[in-house]
C-alpha cells in the first residue's frame, strides 16, 4: 500500500485521487442538458405564483372576467411546462445515474483486477464490496439530485428576486430579510463543519470498530467469564461517540433551531404583511402590489429547506466518491509496454529480494534458483521461512524488489498476464470456488472446454463419482443446491487445473486436516497433477516430498540448502535435523 | 413506527411531550396561516386600524410557533441523544446474554450494524425527520379545518385534493415496490458476485478472467441497472400522476376560485388567501415525501433493534448449582437446527480427568456434542450434564468457569499478545504466563517480535499469522484451567511444528483435566482413553483404540485409510487425462 506520509523523491507528482469531475466525465452531457430543463421548469414554475397575485389584483380591480380567465389558462401551462421540465429533468439524471453506475462499478472492477494482488490483502471483500456496491450507490444524489436541486434553488431565487424588485424595490428588500439571515445562520453552522465532520467520523469509526469487536468476540469472551471487559469497551466508546456528538451540536442547537424559525413560511407571512400594512398606511403601496410578496415571498425559502435536507446525504455521497476515486488512483501492476513471449518453459529466479513494503522486514533475501523442465522441487523451511512468499511470487502475485524472475529467459514482468497464466498455474491451500456450476468451476481456465474434458478432469481428480451422486451431477450449483466438504473441494481445484494444464504448476501442499477423511483421495489427485510437468511444492511435512528431485531449504528468506532429501540427510544441516524432529512426532503414533 | 419508537427511547414520557410539542407547533403555524384572511380583509377595506389589531394576533402566533419549535426542538434533541445513549446500553447489554450458539457468521455481520449504525439510525427519528412528518400531517388539517368555517366551496375544492393524492401516492408506491423484489434480488446478487471477486481473485486472475472481465461479475451488475432502470420506468407514471394530481387540485382551485369570483358570490380577500395558503399546502406533503427514504431506513433500524431486543435468552437458574467434578454425562440428548437433527437421542458419560477423542465425518456432529457441553444451545431432548449438575442449572458465569474451549473461530481481541492471552485470567502470575508460553511455544513468537509480549495482535489478530494466532488461543484457553477442556484439532498442525504444539499441550494437560478433543492426528485419537465414533449424530462405536480396531467396524476402516494417507509421498504416479 502506498502510504501518503512517504515523501516520494519522484518529482512529478502522482494524484492520489480521480477527481469528482472525471469520474462523472461520462454522463457530463446529460447533466448539463438536465439543468437546462430544470431551469425552464424553475422559471415556469414562478409563473402560477404571480398569476395567483395576478388574479388577486384584478379581483380587487375590475374583475374583467375574460382576463381572469386568460390568467388562468397561463398558471395552468406554466405548470404543465414545469412538470414537464422536471420530469424530463429527473428522468435524464436518473437514467444517467443507472448508466453512470453500471459504468463505475465496470471501471472499478477492472481497475482492481489490475492492482497487484496484495491490495486484496490489505482491503478485505467488504471493503471491495463497499466501494463497487455501496459507494457507488451513495453517490446517487451527485448525480441524481445535487445538479439540478441546485439548479432549480438557484433559478427560482434570483428570477424571483429580480421580479420582485421590479414590482417594489423596498418590499423586495423585506422579502430578503429571511432569506438573507436564513443563508447566514445556515453558513455559522457550518463553520469549522469540516474539522467537526472529521471527529465526528472518526468517533463513529471507533464505534462500528468496537461494535464489530464486540459482536465478533462475544462468544470467546463469554467462555472466559470476561463479558464484562468487552461490553465495557463498546459501552466507554458508544458513550464517548454519544458525548462527542453531543458536544459537537449543543453548541449549535439555538442557532440551528433559529434559522429553521427564520426560514418558516410564517415568519416570512408575518413579515410582510406587516411591512406592507405600514407602507400602505403611509400611502406608499396598493394592496394589489402586496399580493405577489405573499406569494412569491413565501416560495422563496422552501428550496432552502430542501436543500438543507439533502445536504446530508451529498456529505456521504462525496465521501463516497472520495473513497472510489482514491481506489482508482491506485497503481496497477504494471503492464509490459514490449511483451514478449517465452519460448522455453525454465523457470529461474535470480538474486530474488522481496518485501511486502518500504518499511516491511525482508521476508526473501538475494534468492537464486532454477526450475527445470519436467521436474519436481519441493522448497521447505520453518513458518515464516518465506517459502508461500516465494510460490507467490512465482505466479506474480507480486513483483519482487530486487532481481528478476525468468520464464523462458523473458522476465515475468514482460509477459502479459493470459500469456504468464497460460504457462504458469497454482493449486493453493484454500481453495476459491465461486458460486456456480461444478462444470463452470472446473473450466474457469477455459470456458469452451467440454463437456467430456471437464469430466475426465473430474475422473483424474477424484471427484467425478461425488459429483454424479448429485441430483444435478455436473450442473449443480455450488453455494446453492450443493456443499462440498474441505477434501472435496480441493480436488475439484486440482481438475480445474488439470483443464488449465499449465506447464508449470506451483503447488501448496498444506492440505492436511482440511478433511480428513478424504485426505487420501486429495492426495491420489495430486498424483495426477505431477505428470508431465514441472511441479514447484510449498511443502509442510517433509515425508511427502523425499521423492523430489531438488529439495530447497529455506531460512529467514535466504536459501540454505539445495539438493535431493539423500544429499541433504547426508550434509547433516537444517535439513537433516528437521526430519529427525519429525521423525519424533511420527514416532509417537505407535 | 412511534409506539415502537416510544419503546426505544430512554424516557417515554419526554419523548411523548416533544412529540406533543412538534403537534402544537404545528398546529400554531396553521393558525398563524389562517390569520392572513382577517388581516388581508382589513387591508383591502382600507381599515388600517383592525388590520394592525390582527397583525398584532399574528406576530404573537408567531412568537408562540416560535418558542414553542424551539422547545420541542430543543426536547427532541435531548430525546435523541439520551435514547442512542439508552440504545446503546440495552444492545449492549442484550448481546451479552444472547446464547453462544446464536452467533454464527451471517448473524455476526448484521448485527455490529444494529448495534452501530443502526443507533445513529434510530436517533435520526426524534430529532429531525419526526417533525417533518408531523407538521406534513397536522399544518394542512388545522387551515382545511378554519378555511371550512369561512367559505365552505372552498375549502372543499382544496381539501379534495388531498384523498386523490394520497390513493395516487399509495398507487404509485405499489407499483414501486412490485419492482423492487427485482431489484433487491439484483442488488444482492451482484453483491454477493463482487464479495466472490474479490476473494476469489487470486484464481481468477490465474485462469485470465480478469483480463476480459468475470463474466458472471458483469451479468449481475448488468442485471442490476436492467433492474433499476425497470424500476424507474414504472416509477415514473405513478410520479408523474402524483405530481399532476398536486397540480391539478391547485389548476381546479384556481378555476373553482374564478368561476365563483366570476360570479361574485365570494369575499375577495378569503379568496386570494386560499390560493396563496394553497400552495403552503402541498408543500409538507412534498417534503415529507421527498424524506420517505430516510424514514424508511429509520424504520429498518427500528424493527431489527426491536427484533433483537426481544431475541430470547436462555434461561438462568434461580440459584446456581456447581458440580462436584469433572465428569461430562449426555443423558438421551437429542438437538438440532430447526428441523435439521444433528445430535440423535445421544448418550455417554466421560469420566473425570479423562481424554476422549471424537472422530466422525464432518457433518456427525463432533463440534455439535463440544458446544452443547458449553451451552451454545439448550438440547431439545435430554440432558447435558458436567460433575451431574445440568448445565442449564448452572448460572453462566459458574459453568463458563468449568469449560474451556480452543475452537477453530477463536477470536484475538485488538490489544497486544499479553492482554489477549490475560484475557483468561487477569489475575495470573507472570510465572504462570510463561508456563503456559513455553507450552504452547508461544514464547518463540514472542522472542522473535521485537515488542514481544506488548505486540499489538491487530484487528481480530490479522497481525498474526494463522499459527501464530493459534498459540495465543491455546495459551490462552491453558491459562483458564478450566476442569472440562474442549479441543479442536482441526485448524492445528498444518505442519510439524504445530502438531507439537498441539502434542505438548495435550500431555500437559492429561489426568489433570477432562479432555475432549475433536481429534484429527493419528496420534492424538490412538492415544485417548475412549475414542467415540459419531455418525450421522449417533454414537456409532466407543472403546479403546485396540479394542476399536479389533472390532473390524467402521473405525477400523477409518484408521486403515488414515494411516495410508500418512505415509503418502509425492510421486509421479498418474497419467494425464
Redesign the interface.
Known amino acids: 500500500m502506498a502510504t501518503t506520509d512517504e515523501s516520494d523523491v519522484d518529482s512529478k507528482p502522482e494524484p492520489d485521487q480521480i477527481g469528482l469531475g472525471e469520474l462523472l466525465a461520462p454522463v457530463r452531457n446529460q447533466l448539463i442538458l438536465a439543468c437546462v430543463f430544470q431551469a425552464i421548469g424553475a422559471l415556469a414554475g414562478i409563473v402560477?405564483?404571480i398569476?395567483?397575485a395576478e388574479?388577486?389584483r384584478e379581483?380587487?380591480g375590475d374583475?374583467d372576467?375574460d382576463r381572469?380567465?386568460t390568467i388562468?389558462i397561463i398558471?395552468?401551462v406554466a405548470?404543465?411546462i414545469?412538470?414537464g421540465c422536471?420530469?424530463a429533468a429527473a428522468?435524464i439524471t436518473?437514467?444517467a445515474d443507472?448508466?453512470f453506475?453500471?459504468a463505475i462499478?465496470?471501471r472499478i472492477?477492472?481497475h482492481?483486477?489490475?492492482l497487484p494482488?496484495g491490495w486484496?490483502d490489505d482491503?478485505?471483500?467488504?471493503?471491495?464490496?463497499k466501494l463497487?456496491?455501496d459507494d457507488v450507490?451513495a453517490m446517487h444524489p451527485i448525480v441524481g439530485h445535487t445538479f439540478i436541486d441546485i439548479t432549480n434553488t438557484v433559478v427560482t431565487a434570483i428570477a424571483s428576486i429580480i421580479y420582485l424588485f421590479v414590482i417594489d424595490w423596498r418590499m423586495a428588500l423585506v422579502v430578503l430579510i429571511p432569506f438573507v439571515a436564513g443563508i447566514f445562520l445556515y453558513a455559522k453552522q457550518m463553520s469549522g463543519y469540516g474539522e467537526k465532520m472529521e471527529q465526528y467520523n472518526q468517533s463513529?469509526a471507533d464505534?462500528?470498530?468496537a461494535?464489530?469487536?464486540?459482536?465478533?468476540?462475544?462468544?470467546?469472551?463469554?467462555?472466559?467469564?470476561?463479558?464484562?471487559?468487552?461490553?465495557k469497551r463498546?459501552?466507554t466508546s458508544?458513550?464517548s461517540f454519544?458525548q462527542s456528538?453531543?458536544d459537537w451540536?449543543k453548541g449549535l442547537?439555538?442557532i440551528a433551531?433559529?434559522s429553521?424559525?427564520v426560514l418558516?413560511?410564517?415568519?416570512t407571512?408575518?413579515l410582510v404583511?406587516?411591512a406592507?400594512?405600514w407602507f400602505?398606511?403611509r400611502g406608499t403601496l396598493e394592496?394589489a402590489d402586496?399580493?405577489v410578496f405573499?406569494?412569491l415571498g413565501?416560495?422563496l425559502t422552501?428550496p432552502i429547506?430542501?436543500l438543507g435536507?439533502a445536504g446530508n446525504e451529498v456529505q456521504l455521497a462525496s465521501a463516497a466518491a472520495g473513497r472510489i476515486g482514491r481506489a482508482l488512483a491506485e497503481k496497477p501492476l504494471p503492464q509490459p509496454t514490449d511483451p514478449q513471449i517465452p519460448l522455453e518453459d525454465d523457470l529461474r529466479l535470480e538474486g530474488v529480494t522481496f518485501s511486502y513494503g518500504p518499511d516491511e522486514p525482508v521476508v526473501l533475501d538475494d534468492v537464486s534458483l532454477a526450475f527445470e523442465p519436467d521436474t519436481?522441487t519441493?522448497i521447505v523451511g520453518?513458518?515464516?521461512s518465506g517459502k508461500t512468499t516465494l510460490g507467490r511470487l512465482l505466479?506474480r502475485?507480486w513483483d519482487p524488489t530486487g532481481g528478476s524472475i525468468r520464464l523462458g529467459g523473458v522476465d515475468l514482468r514482460d509477459i502479459e498476464?493470459?500469456e504468464l497464466?497460460?504457462r504458469?498455474?497454482?493449486v493453493?491451500q484454500n481453495v476459491?470456488?465461486?458460486?456456480?456450476t461444478i462444470a463452470d468451476n472446473i473450466r474457469?481456465?477455459d470456458?469452451e472446454a467440454p463437456q467430456s474434458?471437464v469430466e475426465?478432469?473430474a475422473?483424474?481428480a477424484q471427484i467425478h463419482d461425488r459429483v454424479m451422486e448429485l441430483p444435478d451431477g455436473y450442473e449443480s450449483v455450488i453455494g446453492e443446491n450443493v456443499s462440498l466438504?474441505?477434501g472435496e473441494r480441493q480436488r475439484l481445484?486440482i481438475a480445474?487445473a488439470?483443464i488449465?494444464n499449465p506447464p508449470i504448476l506451483v503447488l501448496d501442499?498444506?492440505t492436511?486436516?482440511a478433511?480428513?477423511?478424504s485426505?487420501?483421495a486429495v492426495?491420489?489427485a495430486?498424483?495426477?497433477?505431477?505428470?508431465?510437468r514441472t511441479?514447484i511444492?510449498i511443502a509442510?511435512?517433509?515425508?511427502?516430498?523425499?521423492?523430489?528431485d531438488q529439495i530447497v531449504v529455506l531460512d529467514e528468506g535466504r536459501v540454505v540448502e539445495t539438493g535431493t532429501h539423500a544429499d541433504l540427510l547426508d550434509a547433516g544441516g537444517t535439513y537433516q535435523k528437521?526430519w529427525a524432529?519429525?521423525a519424533r512426532?511420527?514416532a509417537?503414533?505407535? | 413506527m412511534l409506539r415502537s419508537l416510544a419503546k426505544l427511547v430512554a424516557d417515554p414520557t419526554a419523548f411523548r411531550s416533544s412529540v406533543a410539542g412538534m403537534v402544537a407547533t404545528a398546529i400554531l403555524q396553521g393558525i398563524g396561516f389562517v390569520l392572513l384572511v382577517p388581516v388581508l380583509r382589513a387591508l383591502i377595506e382600507g381599515d388600517n386600524g383592525r388590520a394592525a389589531w390582527w397583525l398584532l394576533a399574528m406576530v404573537l402566533a408567531l412568537v408562540v410557533f416560535g418558542v414553542l419549535r424551539h422547545v420541542s426542538q430543543i426536547q427532541a434533541y435531548h430525546t435523541a441523544i439520551d435514547g442512542g445513549r439508552a440504545l446503546f446500553g440495552r444492545l449492549g447489554d442484550k448481546v451479552s446474554t444472547l446464547p453462544l450458539g446464536w452467533f454464527d457468521s451471517d448473524r455476526v455481520g448484521s448485527l455490529s450494524r444494529i448495534t452501530g449504525q443502526g443507533v445513529i439510525d434510530v436517533m435520526g427519528v426524534p430529532a429531525h425527520l419526526l417533525r417533518a412528518v408531523v407538521t406534513a400531517v397536522t399544518t394542512p388539517v388545522v387551515v382545511a379545518v378554519i378555511m371550512f368555517a369561512f367559505d365552505w366551496r372552498l375549502a372543499l375544492a382544496m381539501v379534495l385534493a388531498l384523498p386523490v393524492a394520497w390513493v395516487v401516492l399509495r398507487w404509485a408506491s405499489n407499483r414501486t415496490q412490485r419492482s423492487e423484489h427485482r431489484t433487491h434480488h439484483a442488488s444482492a446478487e451482484a453483491t454477493s458476485r463482487v464479495v466472490e471477486f474479490a476473494q476469489t481473485q487470486a484464481v481468477l486472475r490465474s485462469c485470465g478472467r480478469t483480463v476480459d472481465g468475470f463474466a458472471m461479475l458483469d451479468d449481475a451488475l448488468v442485471e442490476r441497472r436492467n433492474a433499476g432502470r425497470k424500476l424507474m420506468v414504472n416509477a415514473v407514471p405513478g410520479l408523474i400522476g402524483f405530481s399532476a394530481v398536486v397540480q391539478a387540485a391547485f389548476v381546479a382551485l384556481l378555476v373553482v376560485g374564478t368561476t365563483i369570483a366570476v360570479g361574485g358570490s365570494v369575499d375577495v380577500p378569503e379568496l386570494v388567501a386560499v390560493l396563496i395558503l394553497a400552495v403552503r399546502f402541498i408543500e409538507p406533503l412534498i417534503l415529507a415525501s421527498d424524506i420517505s427514504g430516510a424514514i424508511k431506513i429509520a424504520e429498518n433500524a427500528i424493527d431489527r433493534a426491536e427484533t433483537l431486543l426481544e431475541t430470547p435468552v436462555l434461561p438462568e437458574p434461580a440459584s446456581s448449582t456447581r458440580p462436584t467434578d469433572a465428569s461430562v454425562t449426555f443423558d438421551d440428548v437429542s438437538f438440532g437446527y430447526g428441523d435439521d437433527i444433528v445430535i440423535d437421542e445421544a448418550s455417554f458419560t466421560i469420566a473425570a480427568g479423562s481424554m476422549v477423542a471424537l472422530v466422525g465425518p464432518s457433518g456427525s456432529g463432533k463440534t455439535t456434542i463440544a458446544r452443547l457441553i458449553a451451552r451454545f444451545w439448550d438440547t431439545d431432548e435430554g440432558t447435558v450434564a458436567i460433575g451431574g449438575v445440568d448445565v442449564r442449572d448452572m448460572s453462566t458465569t459458574d459453568l463458563m468457569e468449568q469449560v474451556s474451549i480452543v475452537f477453530q473461530d477463536n477470536y484475538l481481541f485488538a490489544g497486544t499478545i499479553e492482554e489477549n492471552v490475560l484475557l483468561a485470567r487477569p489475575e495470573a502470575l507472570r510465572a504462570d504466563l510463561e508456563r503456559v508460553a513455553a507450552l504452547t511455544r508461544l514464547d518463540e513468537v514472542i522472542e522473535r517480535l521485537p515488542a514481544g509480549w506488548e505486540s499489538p495482535v491487530g484487528d481480530g489478530g490479522t497481525r498474526l499469522s494463522g499459527g501464530e494466532r493459534q498459540r495465543v488461543t491455546l495459551a490462552r484457553a491453558l491459562l483458564k484451567d478450566a476442569p472440562v477442556i474442549l479441543l479442536d484439532e482441526a485448524t492445528a498442525a498444518i505442519d510439524p511444528a504445530n502438531e507439537q504444539v498441539i502434542q505438548a499441550a495435550i500431555d500437559s494437560l492429561r489426568g489433570k483435566h477432562t479432555l475432549i478433543v475433536i481429534a484429527h492426528r493419528l496420534s492424538t485419537i490412538a492415544s485417548a482413553d475412549e475414542i467415540l465414533v459419531l455418525d450421522d449424530g449417533r454414537i456409532a462405536e466407543r472403546g479403546g483404540h485396540e479394542d476399536l480396531l479389533a472390532a473390524g467396524g467402521r473405525y477400523a476402516s477409518f484408521w486403515h485409510q488414515r494411516d495410508r494417507a500418512s505415509g503418502w509421498r509425492l510421486e509421479r504416479s498418474g497419467a494425464m487425462p
Open positions: 402560477p405564483f398569476a395567483v388574479i388577486g379581483l380587487l374583475r372576467s381572469l380567465w388562468v398558471a395552468a405548470l404543465a414545469r412538470v422536471f420530469f428522468g436518473h437514467f443507472n448508466d453506475q453500471l462499478r465496470r472492477a477492472e482492481l483486477g489490475r494482488l486484496f482491503n478485505d471483500a467488504g471493503t471491495v464490496n463497487i456496491a450507490s463513529m464505534v462500528n470498530t461494535s464489530i469487536e464486540f459482536v465478533q468476540g462475544i462468544a470467546v469472551v463469554k467462555t472466559f467469564g470476561q463479558t464484562g471487559r468487552a461490553h463498546y459501552k458508544t458513550d454519544i456528538f453531543w451540536v442547537l439555538n433551531s433559529l429553521d424559525i418558516s413560511p410564517l415568519t407571512l408575518t404583511l406587516g406592507s400594512a400602505i398606511d394592496v402586496i399580493l405573499l406569494s413565501l416560495a422552501m429547506l430542501t435536507f519436481v519441493a520453518a513458518s515464516g505466479c502475485f498476464s493470459e497464466y497460460a504458469v498455474g497454482f493453493f476459491q470456488l465461486i458460486r456456480g474457469l481456465a470456458p474434458q475426465a478432469a475422473q483424474a466438504s474441505g481445484s480445474r488439470l488449465a501442499e498444506a492436511a486436516f478433511d480428513p477423511e485426505e487420501a492426495q491420489d495430486l498424483s495426477t497433477l505431477v505428470a508431465g511441479l511444492v509442510h511435512r517433509l515425508s511427502t516430498i523425499t521423492q523430489a528437521q524432529a519429525d512426532v511420527t509417537e503414533v505407535g
